[in-house]
């Protein structure tokens, strides 16, 4: 054998033992190489010694959140909600109905309140006999004025001398206001007396004095002859229509 080949074998005798010893130094005795803990280990380590594993990506929040905190993102349309825009309660019209909470014609019904009420200071009025129906006398209230004016209530009428005034017939209350414009007439009708002559304590009136719910009375013209009457004497409302005076 060479000298050569002795050297060479020496050499990589040499390099193998060098080799096992670096092994051993660093061997923990399981096989495992040690390089002590880890940085995440090192940097989650909790109060007590114990240990909290992080997850990969976590940016320090807990799965939760914090208590009280608020990790979810509000939905869409709910950023109103602090400033009371989206649901503060006031309709569209600012809590309002669309008429400002009145009614189409301001609580006071079709307006005619807004009317003189006619009398006799803005009126015609007159009297007339009637053959059908029998004992009945018509009075007839014509506008002579320039403006509206509400025809209300019905006629006190007083025959003659007497010292009471006839009752209205409850039924023939109109469905609403009669209200004449310049130039247009209402009516009532005057049930006289008793077709049938049951009557009682009748006389013959020649004058007739009639007033109306406010303002001046009207003292329309009778027959020359003048109408009988008795306790059955019945007056009707006022009436827009003539029909509806003599329908009593």
């Known amino acids: 054998m060479s000298a050569r080949t002795v050297r060479t074998r020496l050499l990589a005798a040499s390099t193998v033992a060098l080799a096992a010893l670096a092994l051993t130094a660093c061997d923990n005795g399981k096989g495992v190489r040690d390089e ?60 309002k109905s669309a008429g400002g909470g009145k009614s189409a014609g301001g609580g006071t019904g079709t307006g005619s309140s807004r009317n003189a009420v006619c ?32 025809l209300t209530g019905y006629p006190i009428a007083r025959f003659g001398e007497a010292q009471s005034v006839p009752p209205v017939a409850e039924e023939t ?45 009207s003292t329309p ?9 008795d306790d059955r004497l019945t007056v009707t409302y006022w009436q827009q229509s003539l029909d509806d005076a003599l329908s009593y």
């Open 36 to 95: 002590g803990p880890s940085a995440a280990s090192k940097s989650s380590a909790g109060p007590g010694g114990s240990t909290t594993v992080k997850p990969a990506g976590d940016s320090g929040a807990t799965a939760g959140g914090s208590a009280g905190g608020s990790t979810a993102a509000p939905a869409k349309g709910s950023t109103n909600g602090s400033s009371g825009k989206a649901g503060d309660g006031k309709s569209a019209g600012g809590g």
């Open 119 to 150: 009398n006799g200071a803005g009126t015609r009025t007159t009297a007339t006999e009637v053959s059908r129906p029998l004992n009945h006398l018509l009075l007839t209230v014509t506008n002579t004025g320039s403006k509206n004016c509400d």
């Open 173 to 217: 209350h109109p469905q609403a206001v009669v209200t004449l414009a310049p130039g247009e007439s209402g009516y009532a009708g005057v049930l006289l007396s008793a077709a049938d002559g049951s009557g009682g304590n009748g006389y013959t009136a020649k004058t007739l004095v009639v007033g109306f719910a406010k303002g001046a009375p």
């Open 221 to 229: 013209a009778l027959p020359a002859k003048g109408v009988y009457v």
